[in-house]
């Protein structure tokens, strides 16, 4: 089990970024086909750019708002009194509009209830509308629950002039203008569809109703203009802050009423030429009537100005078209897939990031130029998509960059002191990059004369406890000087300058660490003395050479070392074993030669040896401190 699951990982963790990018790429399709759960991320993308738009886009001049605001509510009291006016109201204003031949009258007032007080005014209005066959009534789905107490769909069947029929025992509940006689009716849903974040961005064109097509208002009169209705069953609105030409209902009610008799022939005309040929919604603004609706534009947008937006985009063909899901799809895996490329490269994460926000900047400006165009490209989800991965690439490389890290502090803190250590990781070192390397290096042996038979008088735990005692105090003038402690051989210390940190001056403090470390056996061999040691043969000899050599990590993988090889590394053991009965230290002539000029050290010349495995001999000297 354990074996399977190791070779799992060996496996995987080579190829995490084309594994975990495959499944982002999943997700995205899933996402794009059918979860929807970015949705609100891309509306709100869409929402800047048709804010960003909307004064670019002119409302067209054929389409009228007349608007019962709140100077019109005031105005209108000593005429109708308070809201809701009587219904004769509404019927001269279509009469005296029906003078200039408009192409439709759409209301989006409820008339719901009929005026039991004054039965004769909502009659007037049926006379109105039935004299003006372009205009259309406001109705509204209501509850499904409300279903039972409804109405049979197939008597509503010509009041929305539904071309496809469904059940004939179909009943739903909607709230219909009760107000007007039946034979009056042409209607059309006006439901706001507001998605999950409150805002009103779409328009429904029909509704099903248990198997029945009800078209909405805008639909509804759009079709009877003769224009063909997009194929989808909703469609994305386009927005404008250019206002629409818009008459408060008072004003224009004086005009067409009390001042119609004195109006002068150009006056008239005047009228003529704003509303024939026009397409005329009436409905409320006033903040009493509660019809209000967030929008892309903003907070508070009035619903007849909603239905005449969407009125507008279906006559002119400015309805939002969605980009078909296969585009985001592509562009995302394509996203993705270069992404884990790079990651895989072990291209620098800093410029991944900035190409990526490059692309997303260039991605995100074309989205923008194509709500222009009205087409909407779904780029908030893949653009999405592609950070996250990037991100968690970026913190899985910052991982195995940390763990990669530990390991050389690990490695490293075994043979360094703490602070070469540190500089190493600040650079980024790793096992690879400071393995197999060619350096200048000094090299340095130092082994113990006499410790067989000082060891032989005492038991075992004191030897190792005596040995660990000596060694300590050597590797730490090691560190002081800056040099790597390669290893210990048996009772031999071997450590080596100039690696891997790189040091002009690797032969002067290796030859300064040697001569410490002279002094710390002394000071050592005093603590033995006054311990009962018989410390007087006690003594060490320490080689040193410098010259080319090969550096980094050499072992298998369970166990690598960092050592120095190559012949630089022989010639300084040769030297070691050449101290005996000659001095404690000495050091070759590339060493002293490497040491020049020196302010603190002299070289005292021995002469020249022969070294074993070389046809010339050696010239050695000793180290010795300057006098002051």
């Not at 970024?17 to 979860?35: D, K, P, Y």
């Not at 004299?131 to 049979?152: I, T």
């Not at 019809?291 to 892309?296: G, Y």
């Not at 000087?481 to 040091?503: E, Q, V, Y």
Request: charged share 20%; aromatic share 8%.
């Amino acid at each position: 089990m354990l074996q399977s699951i190791s070779r799992l990982m060996r496996w995987f963790l080579p190829r995490w970024h084309t594994v975990i990018g495959m499944l982002f790429a999943a997700a995205l399709v899933a996402e794009l086909a059918g979860l929807h759960m970015l949705s609100a991320a891309e509306n709100r993308l869409t929402d800047v750019f048709m804010k960003r738009h909307a004064a670019e886009y002119r409302a067209d001049p054929d389409i009228v708002v007349v608007d019962i605001d709140d100077p019109s509510m005031s105005a209108m009291q000593e005429i109708a009194g308070l809201w809701a006016w009587p219904r004769e109201i509404h019927a001269d204003l279509i009469s005296a509009l029906a003078e200039f031949g408009p192409r439709a009258i759409v209301f989006d007032i409820a008339f719901s209830e009929q005026d039991m007080k004054r039965p004769k005014s909502d009659m007037r209005l049926s006379d109105a509308l039935k004299a003006m066959p372009n205009a259309y009534l406001s109705a509204a789905r209501l509850r499904p629950a409300l279903d039972p107490s409804g109405k049979p769909l197939r008597e509503l069947s010509s009041a929305f002039a539904i071309a496809q029929a469904g059940p004939q025992a179909a009943i739903a509940a909607i709230q219909l203008p009760h107000a007007v006689q039946k034979n009056a009716w042409r209607l059309g849903l006006v439901n706001s569809m507001e998605d999950d974040d409150g805002v009103l961005r779409r328009y429904q064109l029909h509704t099903d109703v248990h198997g029945w097509k009800l078209p909405s208002l805008p639909a509804r009169v759009v079709t009877d203009l003769g224009i063909e209705l997009p194929a989808d069953e909703e469609f994305l609105m386009r927005w404008s802050l250019i206002e629409r030409k818009r008459y408060p209902y008072a004003e224009l009610y004086r005009l067409l009423t009390e001042a119609r008799p004195g109006l002068a022939p150009d006056d008239i005309r005047t009228l003529d030429a704003l509303f024939r040929n026009k397409i005329i919604v009436i409905g409320a603004s006033a903040a009493s009537t509660f019809d209000h609706h967030l929008t892309p534009l903003g907070a508070g947008y009035p619903g007849v100005e909603i239905l005449a937006v969407a009125i507008d985009n279906l006559k002119n063909g400015h309805h939002v078209r969605i980009a078909q899901p296969v585009w985001p799809v592509m562009f995302g895996i394509m996203l993705i897939a270069l992404l884990a490329w790079t990651f895989t490269r072990r291209i620098n994460p800093l410029a991944v990031g900035a190409a990526l926000a490059a692309v997303s900047a260039v991605a995100l400006l074309i989205a923008d130029a194509a709500i222009v165009r009205n087409l909407q490209l779904p780029l908030a989800t893949p653009l999405i998509f592609a950070w996250t991965w990037f991100l968690t690439a970026a913190v899985g490389g910052y991982l195995r960059e940390r763990r990669a890290r530990n390991q050389a502090v690990s490695l490293f803190g075994r043979f360094l002191n703490p602070g070469v250590v540190r500089q190493i990781v600040e650079q980024g070192a790793t096992v690879e990059s400071l393995s197999g390397r060619t350096r200048d290096v000094t090299v340095l042996f130092s082994d113990i004369r006499g410790f067989t038979a000082l060891s032989e008088s005492r038991p075992p735990q004191e030897v190792v406890t005596l040995l660990n005692r000596y060694f300590e105090r050597q590797v730490e003038v090691v560190f002081r000087h800056g040099g790597t402690l390669d290893k210990f051989i048996g009772d031999c210390i071997m450590a080596f300058w100039g690696a891997p940190i790189d040091d002009t001056l690797h032969a002067r403090r290796a030859v300064a660490a040697a001569l410490e470390m002279q002094d710390a056996l002394l000071e050592f061999k005093k603590e033995l003395a006054m311990e009962g040691w018989d410390a007087a043969d006690f003594e060490i000899g320490i080689g040193v050479h410098s010259g080319p050599a090969v550096v980094g990590f050499i072992g298998a993988r369970r166990k690598l070392d960092y050592t120095a090889i190559g012949d630089t590394v022989n010639l300084a053991s040769r030297v070691e074993g050449l101290t005996k009965g000659v001095a404690r230290i000495l050091v070759t002539r590339e060493t002293m030669i490497a040491c020049q000029p020196s302010g603190e050290v002299d070289f005292e010349s021995h002469g020249a040896f022969a070294v074993k495995g070389r046809a010339a001999a050696v010239e050695l000297y000793e180290p010795t401190r300057k006098i002051k």
